[in-house]
């Protein structure tokens, strides 16, 4: 456990009202452009070395993004119920509702 685990909400808090809303959402848009960029060098990485490396620097992202996205839940609200329709409605594409098998889901009509 580490020293933040226990009030991870409170530091959270923190940095929204130290830095403010709006810096908090510049920087959500931030992260996710640089997690967006580290996947794509996964796609271009040609050896061992530099896959490690891009993976390395996608879980770096990762974490950024998951911290601004839990800043982002304080700003404007948990999307915990929108989350579980939508796993919900991923269950059921995926024949695990007592919807369709899945099959019938294409690539472009796919979506979270
Ligand atoms: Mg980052």
Redesign the pocket.
């Given at each position: 456990m580490n020293i933040y685990e226990n009030d991870r909400d409170g530091l959270l808090k923190q940095a929204v009202e130290h830095w403010g809303q709006g810096a908090q959402v510049d920087m959500m848009i931030e992260?996710m452009s640089?997690l967006t960029k580290a996947l794509c060098k996964t796609r271009r990485a040609h050896s061992t070395e530099a896959m490690a490396k891009a993976v390395a620097n996608v879980l770096?992202?990762m974490a950024?993004v998951q911290i601004v996205l839990d800043q982002m839940k304080l700003i404007f609200g948990s999307p915990a119920e929108i989350e579980t329709r939508k796993l919900e409605r991923l269950a059921e594409r995926l024949g695990k509702g007592g919807g369709t098998d899945g099959q019938e889901e294409t690539k472009t009509t796919r979506s979270a």
């Amino acid at each position: 456990m580490n020293i933040y685990e226990n009030d991870r909400d409170g530091l959270l808090k923190q940095a929204v009202e130290h830095w403010g809303q709006g810096a908090q959402v510049d920087m959500m848009i931030e992260e996710m452009s640089e997690l967006t960029k580290a996947l794509c060098k996964t796609r271009r990485a040609h050896s061992t070395e530099a896959m490690a490396k891009a993976v390395a620097n996608v879980l770096e992202e990762m974490a950024d993004v998951q911290i601004v996205l839990d800043q982002m839940k304080l700003i404007f609200g948990s999307p915990a119920e929108i989350e579980t329709r939508k796993l919900e409605r991923l269950a059921e594409r995926l024949g695990k509702g007592g919807g369709t098998d899945g099959q019938e889901e294409t690539k472009t009509t796919r979506s979270a």
